[in-house]
């Protein structure tokens, strides 16, 4: 709770320096996962059938507009920091999906819309991901290119947290992984893992080794 307490009450005092958010933010981002770091169950998109994508697109003029399951919305959005965004006049559709699965994902994706929190872009071109965690621990995970694209490869292969200094974790989706291989900047391998991809421990790492 106390954590809770501080973030709204940041925001609460920030509200008068509003700044120009990552001009990288103004596209169209499609959700890839979501996940609490309470539990760290991930609730990958590409596992829902029938296949849904949801997206938001950002625009200059501080909109959004997207859509989730099989619900459209809109509204309005603020940047208090450069890192922070603030959904705002929050607007839905009111259409029951189907199956229970998409009204499921519809629902935390909306609870997202309707609050906020610290945003971080990472990669660049259409290799680009959109990570935005709330006050109350919630994580989604976005990409710029859809994950049923045909051309989706592991070019789009998605490694978030970053910065971290406990666990990375890999959405690959339909991309088959044999290793990964972590280098230091020198090029050496410090760390070959051959199984259990999607989450990597790289507690035992001193800050800014690799």
Excluded: R
Aim: with cysteine; proline share 5%; glycine share 6%.
């Amino acid at each position: 709770m106390k954590n809770l307490v501080t973030f709204i009450s940041i925001i609460y005092s920030m509200n008068c320096f509003s700044q120009t958010p990552n001009p990288d933010l103004f596209q169209t981002w499609y959700l890839y996962d979501y996940y609490s770091t309470d539990d760290n169950i991930h609730h990958p998109v590409s596992a829902i059938t029938p296949t849904i994508s949801p997206d938001i697109t950002f625009t200059e003029t501080l909109n959004f507009n997207g859509i989730g399951a099989c619900n459209s919305f809109n509204g309005t959005f603020s940047s208090p920091f450069d890192d922070v965004l603030l959904f705002e006049n929050f607007s839905g559709t009111l259409l029951i999906c189907s199956p229970s699965e998409h009204m499921s994902l519809e629902g935390s994706f909306f609870s997202l819309l309707q609050s906020g929190g610290q945003y971080f872009i990472s990669g660049e071109g259409n290799n680009m991901s959109l990570l935005i965690s709330t006050p109350i621990f919630n994580n989604y995970v976005f990409g710029n290119s859809q994950l049923n694209s045909p051309n989706f490869d592991l070019k789009q292969t998605v490694i978030y947290p970053n910065p971290t200094d406990s666990k990375l974790f890999v959405n690959f989706q339909n991309n088959v992984i044999n290793k990964i291989e972590i280098l230091n900047s020198l090029g050496q391998n410090i760390k070959t893992i051959n199984a259990g991809f999607d989450v990597i421990n790289i507690s035992d790492f001193a800050s800014g080794f690799i």
